[in-house]
């Protein structure tokens, strides 16, 4: 069974920094593109970056410049630096990873961190 565990949410000042970690467990052949989506308190769930199992990334409009993902694909980890935080990036972080099983492929979540923004 795959699993997805984040760490690294917590409560910081605007124009802070917080560094968010996800690793995957579990019997995977490769992982595919791996990526962190946010949930803000009545809004849907936004893609914020994402990476390729070859380092290609795209992030969305409002975090870039502030924000950077990185992938560890020995240790199945992928993390986002996250600098210049503002009010509005509070919410919780999702990570997202579509591995290969044998099977086939498919996508897994963790179970969010939460990241409040003080302003």
């Known amino acids: 069974q795959v699993q997805l565990v984040e760490s690294g949410g917590g409560l910081v000042q605007a124009g802070g920094s917080l560094r968010l970690s996800c690793v995957v467990s579990?019997?995977?052949?490769?992982?595919?593109?791996m990526g962190w989506y946010r949930q803000a308190p009545g809004k849907q769930r936004e893609l914020v970056a994402a990476?390729?199992?070859?380092?290609?990334?795209n992030y969305a409009d409002s975090v870039k410049g502030r924000f950077t993902i990185s992938r560890d694909n020995a240790k199945k980890t992928v993390y986002l630096q996250m600098n210049s935080l503002k009010p509005e990036d509070t919410a919780v972080y999702y990570c997202?990873?579509?591995?290969?099983?044998?099977?086939?492929?498919?996508?897994?979540w963790g179970q969010g961190t939460q990241v409040t923004v003080s302003s």
């Open positions: 990476i390729t199992s070859g380092g290609s990334t």
């Open positions: 997202n990873a579509n591995a290969r099983l044998w099977y086939g492929d498919s996508d897994y």
């Open positions: 579990g019997s995977t052949i490769s992982i595919n593109a």
